[in-house]
């Protein structure tokens, strides 16, 4: 995909899908909305991490950095192929997502699909599926191992594991992949059927002119297939428990901080690697997208460290990342980097000296402009052309909830710039975004159907009730799409007949 390029796009998750299953997967509406963005003249179609959920349904906290979320595997080519029995609903909320009820449901049908794979699949499919697990096995072998070891101890952290297995002792790894073979081969299957599915979903997008964009978290989880496989690549201790954490320190916002818990990179060993380990991540992401954000871009330049020990985030220290180095390493390796740079919050100028001399677009929120001067960075006057314009992201409320939450300054003044109203807020921000200078425009699903604060993807810092959103196809009717496709014509983002003018 060529950044350079004047374009717009949608950001919807693939859990954010209709579908009768309890959630949005790879299936056929997910088909249907490449349809929808290709008919609303859209050449993006942003995603939220696809690699498995952590903590709090968060997919930026997964078990690992290189597998797909099990739960995106449709279940409709399962049963095309006959390994799967049409299944009985036990009846999903079609509006939200119940983790709780939906994964375990989810892994059941996908267990039931594997045997019938193993039992009955094509001797085709067979030679697929072992060729693509001799393909991948430089982090499938250690992630299919994680995944059936913790299974049976119901998800007990790798560090409380017998001490041959935490420790990776050669004989006893041996002897557990002997042990649990079975459990291993449906790992492997599931993993299969994710990099077919996400594979084939791209290639239809591809073919209408939509482009898949991914998103990649900076951090892996403490408790994770990466940090039990290479743990010396991580700051941890004798008992491999953190001894410095990642976060971000106090502001206006929250006075303890932002103490995330992930582990922190041996950026040292990593580089005497020659960045390996990075390079084979950002491998794997651009065989899924075509483009994909790097979450907190800051850390490549300078990290906050916290005390493993500390309850928050108030007591740290900024330490300087790999910086360049990291980056001229992979582009050597990988070539040309898609590459969005996510450089919000606390940006000093060695950020924007690394994101420029990569060459990387950084990221511009309309709805962080009004609270200040018109010299503010974030109003579109003063975007750049390396840049991708946002109405928000998914940790902002809509639109139209901001609007509705906004100081009576801040909604005069967006008012004023904007000539707009409660009734038209979002489609002003979208216009404003696409007629800005920057190269890309992106705008959540729920801004294009102008939907209130009930409908918002994530509040940070808040522990449940977040990534569970979902639409139906009755909210998107016609309008929507025809809108979207004006503005996006008119703006020289999209197909100029789009417009449909007279003569």
């Known amino acids: 995909m060529n950044l350079n390029q004047r374009s717009s796009g949608v950001l919807l998750h693939i859990t954010s899908l209709p579908g009768p299953h309890g959630m949005g997967d790879f299936g056929p509406d997910a088909y249907r909305f490449v349809d929808w ?29 290189f597998a797909g979320s099990p739960w995106m595997v449709a279940l409709e080519p399962l049963i095309e ?152 690549l991580y700051y941890l201790d004798t008992d491999f428990q953190t001894t410095v954490v990642a976060g971000v320190p106090p502001d206006d916002m929250g006075p303890l ?10 950026w040292d060993r990593m580089a005497a690697e020659g960045y390996a380990w990075w390079t084979a991540r950002i491998q794997r992401a651009l065989s899924q997208a075509d483009v994909f954000r790097i979450d907190h871009f800051r850390g490549f330049a300078g990290y906050y460290e916290i005390p493993g020990d500390s309850p928050d985030a108030k007591r ?64 579109p006057h003063n975007w750049p052309r390396a840049a991708v314009a946002y109405t928000g992201t998914h940790d902002n409320d809509t639109v139209r909830g901001w609007w509705n939450q906004a100081k009576p300054r801040e909604r005069a003044y967006v008012g004023s710039y904007l000539a707009c109203g409660e009734h038209d807020i979002h489609w002003a921000m979208i216009r404003a975004c696409a007629n800005s200078v920057a190269q890309m425009a992106v705008f959540p699903l729920q801004d294009v159907l102008g939907l209130g604060s009930e409908h918002r993807m994530n509040v940070p810092g808040v522990l449940g009730g977040n990534w569970g959103w979902r639409f139906h196809w009755g909210m998107l009717g016609q309008e929507p799409a025809r809108v979207l496709g004006l503005i996006t014509a008119a703006s020289g983002r999209g197909p100029f007949e789009l417009l449909k003018l007279p003569g």
């Open 316 to 379: 740290g220290e900024w330490k300087t990342g790999p910086g360049m180095a990291l980056f001229d390493a992979i582009r050597k390796a990988l070539g040309p980097l898609p590459i969005v740079a996510e450089d919000l919050g606390f940006i000093t100028d060695d950020v924007h000296a690394l994101r420029d001399g990569c060459g990387f677009p950084g990221m511009k929120i309309l709805q962080f402009g009004f609270g200040a001067e018109a010299d503010h960075e974030f109003l």
């Open 257 to 266: 901080g932002q103490r995330w818990g992930n582990p922190l990179y041996r």
């Open 81 to 232: 192929k006959g390994w799967l029995a049409r299944p009985q609903l036990p009846g999903f909320d079609g509006r939200h997502v119940d983790y709780g009820r939906v994964t375990p449901w989810r892994e059941q049908q996908l267990r039931a699909a594997a045997q019938g794979f193993f039992a009955n699949g094509s001797a085709a499919d067979r030679q697929a599926f072992a060729a693509w697990c001799e393909a991948q096995k430089s982090w499938l072998d250690d992630y299919v191992l994680f995944m059936a070891i913790r299974s049976p101890l119901n998800g007990q952290p790798w560090w409380e594991w017998s001490e041959g297995l935490r420790k990776r002792e050669p004989r006893a790894i041996a002897a557990a992949r002997k042990d649990y073979a079975q459990e291993t081969a449906f790992w492997q299957f599931v993993q299969w059927q994710f990099d077919v599915q996400i594979g084939a979903l791209k290639t239809y997008a591809n073919e209408r002119g939509v482009h898949i964009m991914g998103d990649l978290p900076i951090f892996v989880a403490h408790d994770s297939a990466d940090c039990w496989s290479r743990p010396d």
């Open 37 to 65: 963005l290709q008919c609303a003249g859209q050449s993006i179609w942003q995603l939220l991490p696809t690699t498995p959920i952590g903590p709090g349904d968060s997919p930026y906290q997964g078990v690992s950095a």
